[in-house]
């Protein structure tokens, strides 16, 4: 069935039929550091109606801890951390719920958010902003030396990605026995500003799939890898839950793989025009221009 366009006359029976709404963030909530006009006010009504507000990003760059200031910042102080659902905290449950050894390490080609929530998890992290400002040396009879240690590579976004960092990670990959290669998201660009989007994760992990000869375990959206916790934290059956993002193929794609209703906002990467273009398979159920339209539509008669 085609995309039905948000209105008075879907909106109130989808409402009704939803307990937990899970948004996305960068493109739905803010673009950069400027939050989008109406959001808080929305996510107040929504939370006054008696639903659950969550919040699953594939920016890895902050913590869980990190984005619960971000939204501080932005005037935003009601969501908690626990109501946030970072691919950089779905790496290290990944690590967690597979039993990963304490004794190996975790190579990091991302930010400090990564790192953060490794530590949390009782992993040893390597790597990060800290490799930003290395450089790999091409000298004859000169060895790149790698810790042996290392058991997992986590690849997520990375504005200082380098040919240091895409060497370390890949000598683990290629020469350290069993070590996994986990990428938090393969988004192809996002709003890291207000005014344009910017390469995703998706190029530093094509990177190193170029170089290993790998595909990664992909932890964030549009796998469910993370829809088990949101399940326990929540106990809401998907089908009364109800993804809302500004992607296709990553939270669309994400809500419909975990049999959640789905809602498309027009405020990040997708347009409308590019949403009902001849040849588009991701169909979301709805469609609106903005999340403050939820607000409109509850107030109105």
């Known amino acids: ?60 760059v902050k913590s869980r801890r990190q984005y619960a200031e971000k939204f501080r910042s932005l005037g935003v102080p009601s969501v908690t951390q626990d109501e946030i659902f970072s691919s950089s905290f779905a790496a290290a449950m990944y690590l967690k719920v597979n039993n990963f050894h304490k004794d190996k390490k975790v190579y990091v080609i991302g930010g400090e958010g990564i790192l953060e929530e490794l530590q949390i998890a009782g992993f040893t992290g390597l790597g990060g902003p800290e490799d930003g400002e290395k450089r790999a040396q091409w000298k004859s009879n000169s060895l790149f030396e790698h810790d042996k240690s290392v058991g997992a590579v986590v690849v997520g976004l990375d504005p200082n990605i380098n040919y240091y960092k895409l060497q370390y990670g890949t000598l683990c990959v290629r020469e350290n026995p069993g070590c996994l290669f986990i990428a938090t998201n393969r988004d192809a660009v996002g709003h890291m500003t207000d005014l344009q989007e910017w390469p995703g994760a998706g190029c530093m992990v094509a990177a190193m799939c170029g170089s290993t000869e790998r595909e990664p375990i992909v932890v964030g959206k549009p796998s469910t890898f993370m829809m088990d916790f949101l399940l326990q934290k929540f106990g809401t059956e998907t089908s009364r839950m109800c993804m809302v993002g500004d992607r296709l193929d990553t939270d669309i794609l994400f809500g419909q793989n975990a049999g959640c209703k789905t809602l498309l906002v027009l405020t990040g990467v997708t347009s409308e025009s590019n949403l009902l273009k001849e040849g588009n398979e991701i169909e979301p159920d709805y469609y609106t221009s903005t999340v403050s339209d939820m607000m409109k539509l509850m107030e109105s008669p």
């Not at 006359?9 to 899970?22: A, C, E, G, I, Y």
């Not at 939370?47 to 507000?53: E, I, P």
């Open 1 to 60: 069935m085609a995309p039905q366009l948000l209105s008075s006359r879907n909106f109130k029976s989808l409402f009704d039929s939803v307990d937990t709404f899970l948004f996305d963030c960068d493109g739905v909530i803010w673009k950069g550091e400027k939050l989008i006009d109406g959001v808080a006010q929305t996510l107040d009504l929504i939370r006054s109606k008696g639903k659950n507000v969550v919040f699953v990003t594939n920016n890895s």
